[in-house]
């Protein structure tokens, strides 16, 4: 990949930002990320009245001495969440394009250590074909996550990627534990829906990033052309075809994706999804600083 984004002035600015949990979190103590139970941080949050079996350790003797009764003092809890990125590494993602397989590597890894800043546990997992390969493992703290990040700018992106599939042969989802971001640009013939529904169904925070080159957005084809789908290997394949190019397919197709988007947009929305839709053109830190604020994934 001879592009990349990735360089310290593009971390550094990532450093007074953080990843925002809209739900309640059922992690692991350790964390930053304050939920709405109480814990053993030195916080303090309320009072109650004494229950038996309570610790006594935590009984304010002062109101004892003003009120006589019994009040222990309760402090907030901070959770570690578990943050899964799933990547597609189809060949639509970058195979002929290096500068949209960047902004995706570029995407992955902010939202990586966003993660490992903030002490939480992080997973990259890449999706290829009908399983998501995770080569880190979980990645805990910015020494392993540099170490990562030096190889996932050696990404290839090729073939085709099952998105509901990979994500339901994942071995670890987590339940209610983090946030889920899947980053594609959703070109497939998979039911993704259904890995969405998965997610929620286990409790997860879900984001979708899709990436679209200026050439996605508007091709400026003409004339008589020969259009050949990257992810396919045979070249019989019914998705290639012969087309004459005239201004009414053209206005056609920008109609079928603006359809295309909206219906993202919308299952998203009824079902309380982030998702966010960038045109690769666009510098990546409006994207960071500026989508990703709109949709309340970071703060």
């Known amino acids: 990949m001879s592009i990349s984004y990735l360089n310290d002035e593009f971390f550094s600015r990532l450093e007074t930002m953080s990843l925002n949990l809209k739900s309640s979190l059922a992690g692991y103590f350790g964390g930053k990320h304050l939920v709405k139970t109480y814990g053993q941080t030195v916080e303090f949050a309320d009072f109650r009245e004494y229950q038996l079996g309570d610790d006594i350790r935590r009984i304010d003797w002062n109101l004892f001495s003003r009120f006589e009764k019994y009040f222990m003092r309760l402090y907030t809890d901070e959770r570690q969440m578990q943050v899964q990125v799933f990547l597609d590494c189809s060949a639509s993602m970058g195979s002929d394009d290096p500068a949209k397989a960047a902004y995706a590597v570029a995407a992955s890894a902010a939202l990586g250590f966003l993660a490992v800043q ?144 909206e219906n ?7 079902r309380g999804v982030g998702f966010i839709s960038v045109n690769t053109a666009e510098p990546i830190e409006r994207v960071l600083f500026g989508d990703l604020l709109k949709v309340g994934v970071m703060s």
Not at 134 to 151: E, L, Q, V, W
Not at 165 to 190: A, H, L, M, R
Request: hydrophobic share 35%; with cysteine.
């Open 264 to 270: 993202i947009r919308t299952f998203c929305n009824k």
């Open 118 to 261: 903030n002490m939480d546990k992080l997973s990259l997992n890449f999706m290829r074909g009908i399983k998501s390969e995770n080569p880190f493992g979980t990645i805990i703290g910015k020494n392993a996550f540099f170490r990562a990040i030096s190889d996932l700018e050696q990404m290839i992106f090729d073939g085709e990627t099952d998105i509901e599939q990979c994500i339901k042969n994942c071995p670890d989802t987590g339940e209610n534990n983090g946030i889920t971001v899947i980053i594609s640009d959703f070109f497939t013939d998979s039911n993704w829906q259904n890995a969405i529904d998965y997610l929620l169904y286990k409790k997860r925070q879900v984001l979708l990033i899709q990436l679209m080159t200026p050439e996605e957005l508007d091709p400026a084809y003409e004339g008589r052309v020969n259009l050949i789908d990257s992810e396919s290997l045979d070249i019989s394949d019914t998705k290639n075809m012969k087309l004459k190019i005239t201004r009414s397919l053209r206005e056609a197709y920008a109609e079928a994706l603006r359809d295309f988007v």
